[in-house]
């Protein structure tokens, strides 16, 4: 990264940190729970009839670090999920986010698949009660790291 994209990324956090110091401490925990800078990176959480999507790519295409480290992420994720481990997303959000209990009842199939620029990790279920939970979850996801993505269920 040049200088000056440095300093304008530095400001740019500094900012961010003066006006929402809760998105901020999301992000700062969220880069050491993930292993990449979110000013790098785009999460983006859509909710469909299954349950719904993680999608995380790198910003610049070239930027083949972070692709690799969102992969690296993503696939760790679907083994703690599958297992019933949520404390990442404990520890990025400082508390349990909405439908974890559910969750963790084992209803819940999480698939990973490499994406050009990151990774996707896909949540579903046959069960209403479950999906419903998920896309509480993703919900939560959407505001929490402000990625404005709807919050309605996607095609």
Known sequence: MSKLLTLIFLSSLTALAQSDPRH???????????????????????????????????????????????????????????????????????????????????????EFATTSHGARLQLSSADEKTIAAIHDFLKFQIEDHQTADATTVQK
Not at 28 to 35: F, K, L, P
Not at 71 to 99: A, E, N, W, Y
């Open 24 to 110: 901020a401490a999301v992000n700062s925990r969220g880069d050491t729970a993930m292993g990449f800078n979110h000013g790098q990176t785009t999460h983006h959480f859509v909710l469909r009839s299954y349950g719904g999507d993680i999608d995380v790519s790198a910003n610049d295409p070239k930027d083949t670090d972070s692709r690799d480290r969102i992969r690296h992420h993503l696939s760790m994720i679907q083994k703690k999920f599958s297992t019933g481990d949520f404390t990442d997303p404990m520890f990025i959000h400082d508390r349990v986010p909405p439908g974890v209990p559910q969750m963790k009842s084992g209803k819940v199939k999480y």
